[in-house]
């Protein structure tokens, strides 16, 4: 299986031409064994650029830990990057299929070669049965959940995937490993949540630290940013457009008028390779 490896400011993923390479027998096996860091490739996900029927061209995504993901931010501008380079699609402009709708990604093009990619994700359910979390019917709006031995006030909503975005004075000082995982398998996030907590830094800025739900802790997560940039408006913290710095890069997130939020970000190719034997990796 032919392969390339990319990465959206550090949020790396295995890409797979599925017009041109056969799809593997077990998928959620095949993404455990690929994106393992010591035994396989090594990516927080595995992409595959498939037919779509309702639209330009369809992207199925995997965590890490094989578990099908609706919808991934910084994927999706990997995807339309190869999508174009590819010949898959001729458009600058153009529409993704994914379990969490259609997307429309831009590329923006210089002396023909792409430099950025912004994607029109879509609109937020802000709903709590939608995201979903536990509770009484309405928005999770900088709600107190226990969790472990502290208290944090979470804004909960569904941006493409279920997000849980919490307000801290440092980023730095949130022991991530420990509270990452006790969040995502919360029992008021009844289909498990990405967390996010997020450092204001002023109207226009914010800094951001991710536990993804599948795939642990990862350098960047481009609809977790937009879920924040929207519960930063909810809970007026910033304007409606904002840079998020993360570990891995910084991505520009609009949260326009329309109620669609507008992603823009780099995508980077590494390298590409093939697998011999996509079921005697371990
Ligand atoms: N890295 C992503 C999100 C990938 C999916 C997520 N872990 C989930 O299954 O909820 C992004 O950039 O948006």
């Known amino acids: 299986m032919k392969f ?11 890409l797979v031409n599925g017009f041109k390479e056969q799809m593997p027998p077990n998928i959620p096996l095949t993404a455990q064994n690929l994106c393992d860091r010591h035994f396989g490739i090594g990516a927080d996900g595995l992409v595959f650029l498939l037919p779509s029927e309702k639209a330009d061209i369809r992207m199925r995504y995997f965590n890490s830990d094989g578990s099908e993901g609706e919808m991934c931010g910084n994927a999706i501008r990997c995807f339309a990057k190869y999508a174009f380079e590819e010949g898959l699609v ?6 993704v299929e994914t379990l969490a709708g259609v997307m429309l990604p831009r590329l923006v ?40 031995d ?22 730095e000082g949130i022991d991530l490993g420990k509270y990452g995982p006790a969040i995502e398998y919360h029992p008021a996030f009844p289909r498990k ?12 800025e914010m800094k951001m630290r991710v536990w993804e739900r599948g795939a642990g802790l990862t350098l960047a ?62």
């Open 4 to 14: 390339v490896k990319m990465h959206g400011i550090g949020n790396d993923f295995i």
């Open 221 to 282: 997560c481009g609809t977790g940013a937009c879920a924040s940039l929207v519960a930063a408006v909810l809970n007026n913290k910033t304007g409606r457009k904002a840079k998020i710095h993360l570990p891995g890069g910084t991505l520009d997130i609009e949260w326009a008028l329309n109620n669609h939020v507008y992603m823009t970000g780099p995508a980077q190719t590494v390298f590409a390779g093939e697998v011999k034997d996509v079921s005697l990796i371990k």
């Open 193 to 204: 949540t990405n967390v996010h907590f997020i450092e204001v830094l002023n109207e226009h």
């Open 90 to 95: 001729h458009k600058e402009s153009f529409t």
């Open 109 to 148: 093009l210089q002396d023909g070669k792409v430099t950025a990619v912004t994607v029109n994700m879509g609109k937020p359910s802000l709903d709590r049965d939608k995201v979903p979390m536990s509770g009484s019917a309405g928005q999770a709006l900088n709600e107190p959940l226990r969790v472990l």
């Open 150 to 171: 502290t208290v944090f006030y979470v804004t909960a909503l569904l941006l493409g995937v279920p997000h849980c975005v919490i307000f801290v004075d440092d980023v």
